[in-house]
């Protein structure tokens, strides 16, 4: 299971920090991605960290969004800073056995999403 927490209201510029806890498995094991949507939009990756440490980000937030994940308690992390009113989405982290992708597809196991709002 994994439940991702952490959005809120925040002003253009802004920073949050969105959790995904996973429960049940080890996210050791597991590639964990941060997909988002917004409304009248697909779904879209943005973020993956793979079992082995190494990360994927989309174009769309490289430099400002950071992904990390802590072992010790079974969560990735989500580091998002110079927040856009284009980031306001619901963001949703998923997981699965296998190398990193941003594809949706590629995920089996997904969280309940978190609103992120971003005021101009």
């Known amino acids: 299971q994994l439940q991702a927490s952490g959005g809120g209201l925040v002003q253009a510029g802004g920073s949050l920090i969105l959790n995904c806890a996973a429960s049940?498995?080890?996210?050791?094991?597991?590639?964990v991605a941060w997909f988002r949507q917004a409304p009248g939009k697909e779904r879209e990756g943005i973020s993956c960290?793979?079992?082995?440490?190494?990360?994927m980000y989309d174009d769309s937030v490289k430099g400002r969004f950071t992904i990390s994940g802590d072992n010790a308690k079974n969560t990735v992390y989500l580091h998002m800073n110079s927040l856009k009113p284009d980031d306001t989405a619901v963001y949703y982290c998923?997981?699965?056995?296998?190398?990193?992708?941003?594809?949706?597809?590629?995920?089996?196991?997904w969280g309940r999403g978190t609103q992120v709002t971003v005021s101009s």
């Open positions: 960290l793979a079992s082995d440490g190494r990360t």
């Open positions: 998923a997981a699965d056995l296998g190398g990193c992708s941003l594809w949706a597809r590629a995920y089996s196991y």
């Open positions: 049940g498995f080890s996210s050791d094991d597991y590639a």
